[in-house]
């Protein structure tokens, strides 16, 4: 299977490296591998996320640095379709089941 980032998933990246590098970039730099390792796991292992109230939704905690990456399995493209990422202490869009 094969990544495939929204444009909202991409823009919460972007959000999240910019505001890390200002504070302190070797830390934006250790947070980008941790959800990026967490990232390449999720390929091995697609369907080891949390299921969400919605249909087909999944989460994952990014490791070390709590991140949550939300996403679908799309099967049929072979493809892992993620959805958005945020902080665990942002305002969630959805709810474990």
């Not at 990026?36 to 390929?43: F, G, H, K």
């Not at 949390?50 to 991140?67: D, F, G, N, W």
């Amino acid at each position: 299977m094969r990544l495939r980032f929204t444009p909202r998933a991409l823009e919460n990246l972007a959000d999240i490296a910019a505001y890390l590098h200002e504070r302190n970039p070797t830390a934006a730099r250790r947070m980008r591998a941790s959800i990026y390792q967490s990232l390449q796991n999720l390929v091995l292992f697609p369907y080891a996320g949390r299921r969400q109230a919605t249909e087909s939704i999944r989460k994952i905690v990014t490791l070390r640095y709590p991140h949550l990456v939300y996403y679908i399995v799309d099967e049929a493209a072979g493809e892992i379709v993620i959805l958005n990422v945020k902080h665990s202490a942002q305002k969630r869009h959805h709810d474990d089941a």
